[in-house]
Structure formats: structure tokens, C-alpha cells
């Protein structure tokens, strides 16, 4: 129903920036949440942003004021400009796709049923 890939990732230096998309294919494709969750080593997966066709978007605090997702629907396509690099970004970057939610499950990965196969984003200081 909806498939997902991902690319831009790479390796940058701190206060570097890089751009992530993500190409969806699926006809729901504009009726759906999409979300960029990030998994480091050893730890959890975590939302990282999340926009609405209507235009609602959610960022993680970590995120605030650096990142910037966004959706071009004419090429079915999620972006995700990442400004200001820091080490801590360092991550695997996943592209999420979910018909409506409660909004308070939106950084929920349990919640999403479409992922991509993901994009390494690796920042130096």
C-alpha cells in the first residue's frame, strides 16, 4: 500500500547540514502522517519529526530550530533539512508512514506500519 525509500544521508562535520527525503508511493499517500523517527546504537527509536497533509507538524525538543520537515506532494516526497549538525544526530534516519493517529502517539514507533529501509546520517566533531 505504501512504500518508502530514503536517501541524503552521509557523514558531515558538526554545524554541517545535509537534507534527507524520503519517495512514498501509495495512493493514501496525502491521507497519511509521515515521520522521521532516528535509532542510534544502543538506544530506542525516536520520533524526530512528523507533518500532516493539513500542514500540522510535530518536532522533538532535540530538534527544535535546526531541523525542518516538509512535503512537496506533486513528487510524493518528505524532506527533512537538518541544519546545525551536532554528534548527538548521529543515527540511523527511518521514513515512517501511518493513516490518522492520536496525535499523542505520533512519536510512537509501534504506531507505524510503513517504514523505509533507512538512511545512516553520521556527524564528527
Known amino acids: 500500500q505504501v512504500q518508502l525509500v530514503e536517501s541524503g544521508g552521509g557523514s558531515v562535520q558538526a554545524g554541517g547540514s545535509l537534507r534527507l527525503s524520503c519517495a512514498a508511493s501509495?495512493?493514501?499517500?496525502?491521507?497519511?502522517?509521515m515521520a522521521w523517527f532516528r535509532q542510534a546504537p544502543g538506544k530506542e527509536r525516536e520520533g524526530v519529526a512528523a507533518?500532516?497533509?493539513?500542514?500540522?507538524?510535530r518536532y522533538a525538543d532535540s530538534v527544535k530550530g535546526r531541523f525542518t520537515i516538509s512535503k512537496d506532494n506533486a513528487k510524493n516526497t518528505v524532506y527533512l533539512q537538518m541544519n546545525s549538525l551536532k554528534s548527538e544526530d548521529t543515527a540511523m534516519y527511518y521514513c515512517?508512514?501511518?493513516?490518522?493517529?492520536?496525535?499523542?502517539?505520533?512519536?510512537?514507533?509501534?504506531?507505524?506500519?510503513?517504514w523505509g529501509q533507512g538512511t545512516q546520517v553520521t556527524v564528527s566533531s
Open positions: 515512517a508512514a501511518q493513516a490518522p493517529m492520536n496525535a499523542l502517539a505520533l512519536f510512537r514507533p509501534d504506531k507505524y506500519n510503513y
Open positions: 501509495g495512493y493514501a499517500y496525502n491521507t497519511y502522517y
Open positions: 507533518i500532516r497533509d493539513d500542514g500540522f507538524i
